[in-house]
């Protein structure tokens, strides 16, 4: 067909009559979305699909629960314990921490630049809100309060020297991971430590949990407040979709997926349930993921934040605001390191000046990167930071079950890294051979 060639009619189902123009005679050819294929084929088109996207690159999530699978197998083989109520609740309670932090990194990776100051930041909250509730005696929620301020604040400081002044964020943030532990260390002088008491966001960021003593009513209401949400979410867009003539997925595709997304959250909830429950820990990462989803998939915020990272000519010739969405980004990272080092004090009860220290800056990249977004910016989801800290939760906990020493933890980790990000390039060349990058 000529690249000449234009389209005479198109219908709401996104079906188009195009007739070549070299050739007025020539009956008119029907070129049909592949979406509508998918459609009408049934299980045999989501299978042509699913192939048709593997070859061009787009692969999604599926190397990281395929990974997961493979490491939990292996694990459970060399441990009967690793599968135990008591270990699954220990990784879904650890992970949180250091999720947060993710989060705030999913923002940042998506614009393509990275923010090396997380878990400085982190640290630097749980000492200013020791400091405020200990050493000033203020109000904890006053002290929470401040203390998240603060977080955004110092995230948009470096976001402001990134889009203003032109200070690549790498430099910046670097410089942001010494200034800010030094600031730390100087707050808690001496001692190096200060202990915090077991009340307000201590005790709702430790190992209790919203439900008190119905825990176990509390994890099932929380998988059935899950499986409803998709649910009538996927309900209004389908609604939404066929009134505007595009294609929408089937109901009977929406019943598979709704009911999937069921058996994991009641099998995970009789799991959890039968250790200490649903924390408030795990309660807060969960809402922070399915709220920041929503505002990456669903607002103009999000869509703007995926078009700067796509490319910024690009989104600039389309009027936005592209410094403004660059400082805002590095802002709720901060934010999110601030709340990750609320966590981390709630798990501790103290400020230490290990506090976001270690390996904790690589871990919450490492999380991002594995759960399948892209270090090159413009692709990739919130529920990454969930995946990937599963993923490295994971390795942690297995290996200490067999005792293994940490540099093993560090050499697997760092493996498992390499291995997300030679998938995520593999996957960029085979999208741009396939004209889809």
């Known amino acids: 067909m000529s690249d000449t060639s234009k389209t005479v009619k198109k219908d709401p189902e996104l079906q188009e009559t195009v007739a070549p123009s070299d050739d007025p005679t020539a009956a008119p050819v029907s070129i049909v979305d592949p979406r509508l294929l998918v459609r009408e084929e049934g299980l045999k088109g989501y299978w042509t699909e699913f192939k048709r996207k593997v070859k061009g690159g787009e692969i999604g999530s599926l190397p990281v629960v395929l990974g997961l699978i493979v490491i939990w197998t292996i694990f459970q083989l060399q441990n009967d314990r690793f599968l135990s109520a008591d270990n699954l609740s220990n990784i879904s309670y650890y992970m949180s921490a250091t999720g947060m932090l993710a989060i705030g990194l999913v923002f940042v990776l998506l614009l393509g630049e990275i923010d090396l100051s997380v878990g400085s930041v982190s640290g630097l909250a749980s000492t200013l809100f020791a400091v405020y509730v200990v050493n000033h005696g203020w109000n904890v929620w006053l002290a929470l309060s401040l203390t998240l301020v603060i977080g955004a604040l110092i995230g948009a400081l470096q976001g402001w020297f990134f889009a203003k002044i032109g200070v690549p964020a790498f430099v910046v943030t670097l410089a942001g991971f010494l200034g800010w532990n030094g600031l730390m260390l100087w707050l808690l002088g001496a001692s190096g430590t200060i202990n915090i008491p077991d009340e307000g966001p201590v005790h709702l960021f430790g190992q209790s949990s919203f439900f008190m003593d119905q825990a176990v009513i509390g994890a099932y209401l929380l998988a059935g407040l899950g499986v409803a949400s998709m649910l009538f979410g996927s309900l209004i867009e ?109 798990q501790t009860q103290s400020a230490t000046l290990n506090a976001g220290g270690g390996n904790t800056l690589m871990l919450a990249i490492a999380a991002a990167v594995i759960g399948g977004t892209s270090l090159f910016g413009g692709r990739g989801t919130v529920w990454s930071a969930l995946l990937g800290m599963l993923v490295i939760q994971s390795i942690q906990t297995g290996l200490d079950l067999l005792n293994m020493n940490t540099s093993i933890q560090y050499m697997i980790t760092g493996a498992v890294l390499l291995g997300a990000v030679v998938i995520d390039s593999v996957s960029r060349k085979s999208q741009k051979a396939a004209g889809r990058a």
């Open 238 to 346: 389908q609604r939404r979709r066929r009134a505007a003539g595009v294609p929408f997925r089937p109901t009977s595709e929406i019943a598979l997926r709704v009911g999937l997304l069921a058996v994991a959250a009641f099998v995970s909830a009789y799991v959890l349930n039968q250790s200490a429950g649903v924390t408030n820990s795990l309660v807060i990462f969960l809402a922070a993921l399915v709220i920041v989803d929503f505002v990456l998939r669903r607002t103009p915020y999000g869509r703007k934040v995926f078009a700067v990272g796509g490319g910024i000519e690009a989104a600039r010739r389309a009027g936005i605001n592209v410094p403004m969405i660059r400082i805002t980004v590095f802002a709720l990272s901060g934010f999110f390191a601030a709340v990750g080092g609320m966590f981390f004090a709630g």
